[in-house]
């Protein structure tokens, strides 16, 4: 099982989502579904830029939750000299 919270990302203002098995996502266009996936790719390859960074807002986090209790959270920013964290576990 897999918890994915996405925070400030593209369109996505917020948005939890438990991953249990087979999980399909789907929605209207432009609901945000291809970008939960880059969210998702974002933290786990440190995505270049801050172009995905939701208009307005000045950071975007992304955490994942796995059920064996190991967490995964990357957040990147928009600041000048602003760098990518990350905290694992």
Known sequence: ???VNVQNFQSIAAVKLLIKG???V???NNSGKSALIR???GALQNTRG???IRH???TTT???EMDDGHTLEWSKG???GAKPTYHID
């Open 62 to 64: 992304v955490k994942l």
């Open 56 to 58: 307005g807002s000045k």
């Open 1 to 3: 099982m897999l918890t």
């Open 39 to 41: 969210a998702i790719r």
């Open 26 to 28: 789907t929605g209207q």
């Open 50 to 52: 801050t172009s995905f």
């Open 78 to 80: 928009t600041a000048k």
């Open 22 to 24: 087979f999980t399909v």
